[in-house]
């Protein structure tokens, strides 16, 4: 059973990103008493009641948002996947009414990338904007994004982290692997030559990773991605919070004590961080109880051509959310090159949330 204080304490940035105001979730989350398996008063059945009720008013896209809560941190029984199938289905019925959104998959041996795209064209391929969420998040979280891509003339996909969500694939040592398969599948319909990876939290590590390998990749944008002292210090291993350390063993078929002897040689090498000739942007938050401080260090000191930025706030900067956003943006706008106009407008924005006030790029 997970630890109940700390999935409501992780569990704000993720409703902060989907558009949930504290006003609404508040309420919710004192409703909880417990995380029993779908019981009254639990984690899980507290959020599909109200997911039930949006999607009986015929709100699928927010249902989908409360049905993702309710799985929330992973599946560990029938009531979670019973909520992890719901988010998908209120997700699918709301996208049937989006024409620029399909659902597909990648089938490989060891198992099945399901995907979400937008832009997707073989007759004009457009760069690629591929999108990952971390250890807990699902890929219909982040999907929304790619109604913002049209606009910047860039295809997307979004899908998950190997074992998240409907992702079957292992996560294991070489997972960064799923990032070239998935360009594979798409090579026909998008310049996959010129592709750029929003990779956030642990899937920042996987496509810094797949980066070294692939030279399609040409940009990585990340926020709280794990580099090398997550996976060696063991000081630091025991105090991540018990949801990140479950979650971490239920994807690697392991167990608390033993999963992190299991991934120590996951970390990024100095070779492979100085290997990478193509520009790196990442967001850090400097009271992350997650991710070890020295990691942002890391990247500055072995990645010829880094960006960074820092948030005073804790894993996944719930109080920032809306910098982050624009920065990331902001990030691969630059990777790409040109739109002037709209970096103009997406910096202006920025400097307007982080210092109060307009400033140029």
């Not at 993720?14 to 004192?30: I, K, V």
């Not at 943006?329 to 709209?342: A, F, I, K, N, T």
Request: glycine share 8%; charged share 25%.
């Amino acid at each position: 059973m997970n630890d109940l204080a700390e999935l409501k304490r992780f569990v704000v940035a993720h409703t902060r990103s989907q558009g949930l105001p504290p006003e609404h979730y508040d309420p919710l989350l004192s409703r909880i008493r417990h995380d029993g398996d779908g019981t009254p008063g639990s984690w899980v059945s507290e959020w599909s009641a109200e997911a039930e009720r949006l999607a009986a008013s015929g709100r699928l896209l927010e249902a989908s948002v409360h049905f993702n809560m309710a799985r929330f941190p992973f599946v560990d029984g029938p009531a979670r996947s019973t909520a992890l199938e719901r988010c998908t289905d209120s997700f699918a019925r709301w996208a049937a009414d989006v024409p620029a959104l399909s659902r597909w998959d990648v089938e490989l041996p060891q198992g099945r990338v399901r995907c979400w795209s937008t832009g997707l064209d073989s007759a004009d391929p457009k760069p690629l904007l591929l999108m990952t969420g971390g250890i807990v998040s699902v890929k219909e979280q982040w999907a929304p994004v790619l109604l913002q891509l049209a606009a910047l003339d860039l295809a997307g996909v979004v899908t998950e982290m190997p074992g998240v969500g409907e992702n079957t694939l292992p996560y294991d040592a070489g997972s960064h692997g799923m990032f070239s398969a998935v360009l594979d599948a798409v090579g026909d319909r998008a310049d996959t030559s010129r592709t750029y990876a929003l990779a956030l939290s642990f899937s920042g590590h996987l496509a810094l990773r797949a980066a070294v390998h692939d030279r399609r990749i040409r940009g990585v944008v990340g926020a709280g991605t794990p580099v090398r002292d997550f996976f060696t210090d063991e000081q630091w291993q025991r105090s991540v919070p018990r949801v990140t350390t479950d979650t971490l063993a239920h994807l690697t078929g392991t167990t608390p004590d033993t999963v992190y002897p299991l991934i120590g040689d996951w970390a990024l090498t100095s070779d492979e961080l100085s290997a990478l000739e193509i520009p790196v942007a990442h967001v850090t938050s400097l009271r992350d109880e997650i991710v070890p401080p020295g990691e942002a260090q890391l990247l500055r000191e072995q990645i010829r051509r880094v960006r960074l930025l820092a948030h005073d706030d804790v894993h996944g900067a719930p109080s920032h959310f809306a910098q982050t956003r624009l920065w990331t943006l902001l990030s691969v706008l630059r990777m790409r090159g040109g739109y002037g106009p709209q970096r103009t407008a997406l910096t202006r924005e920025f400097a307007r949330l982080r210092y109060g006030r307009g400033t140029p790029e």
